[in-house]
């Protein structure tokens, strides 16, 4: 058929069969690897929440009221 162009996907833009078999052996590789890098990040967060929540801010004044400008009329 002339001017016809070949896809893997139907009308309704679902998955052909096609796109299905040439995705299968990448699925299981895929999904590991996208848990491992999901473990790295939430390990990252975790290690970085616990790091900072045990600063301690005891040394650092706090000024009771803001200061006013010497110029104030």
Do not use: C, E, W
């Not at 590789?29 to 996208?34: E, F, I, Q, S």
């Amino acid at each position: 058929m002339p001017g016809a162009h070949s896809t893997y996907y139907d009308r309704r833009l679902r998955q052909g069969q096609a796109l299905i078999r040439a995705r299968r052996p990448y699925l299981f590789r895929n999904t590991v690897t996208g848990l491992g890098l999901m473990a790295v990040v939430g390990g990252i967060y975790y290690y970085t929440l616990n790091a900072v929540g045990q600063d301690n801010f005891d040394d650092v004044r706090v000024p009771d009221a803001p200061r006013q400008p010497a110029n104030a009329k």
